[in-house]
């Protein structure tokens, strides 16, 4: 006689849902529970880590916009007189600025692009790298003695990837006004009065 049965889903982050629709179908005849239920703890770990990770990644390109505000800042500082210059020519504030915001969409695209790319590549091989070190260096990082998994996990996800990049991209872009909008501020007249 048969106590039980137990599904078993591809996506295990959909075992709620699929245990709602199969309660909501069986009219509440039968108990019905999920993994997240009996193992709720790991179930929260998982998602608390899943959500830190994201956090920690944004903070990086948070940084890394920063990186580009102060080059940006180092740049109009450096190239005061030429700001100056190209003012006295006739270059009206707006396009010194949109001089400065093209500077820093290039380099906010090209390391957006670039990082993606690496990222990708490096979650796409992580596994085959660490067993690559591992046999290189003779020593194992995950012992199936000490750990459940005896191999590094990857599991690539698009849509994290998208968000990751969207959002490094916006802030590169965002980074950029300030230093334009101070370029676009140079006065001639004070910044070639020691020239």
Do not use: C
């Not at 210059?85 to 396009?95: E, F, H, N, Q, S």
Request: proline share 3%; no cysteine.
């Amino acid at each position: 006689k048969a106590l039980g049965v137990r599904l078993l889903v591809d996506d295990l982050f959909a075992a709620p849902k699929v245990a709602e629709q199969a309660a909501r179908s069986l009219q509440g005849r039968y108990y019905i529970s999920d993994w997240t239920r009996t193992h709720g703890n790991l179930f929260q770990a998982i998602r608390m880590e899943k959500t830190m990770i994201g956090l920690l990644l944004m903070f990086i390109v948070a940084v890394a916009a920063f990186n580009i505000v102060s080059t940006l800042v180092m740049v109009v500082t450096d190239k005061t007189a030429d700001i100056a210059i190209l003012r006295t020519m006739g270059a009206t504030p707006g396009r010194i600025m949109r001089i400065f915001i093209v500077q820093g969409a290039v380099i906010g695209v090209f390391g957006t692009l670039i990082g993606t790319t690496l990222g990708v590549v490096g979650a796409l091989n992580i596994s085959a790298f660490i067993s690559w070190l591992e046999s290189a260096l003779g020593h194992q990082f995950l012992s199936a003695d000490v750990y459940f998994i005896s191999y590094l996990p990857s599991q690539l996800q698009w849509q994290d990837v998208f968000i990751i990049s969207g959002a490094g991209l916006a802030m590169s872009l965002l980074a950029t006004i300030y230093p334009a909008w101070r370029a676009s501020r140079v006065d001639p007249a004070e910044a070639l009065r020691y020239e």
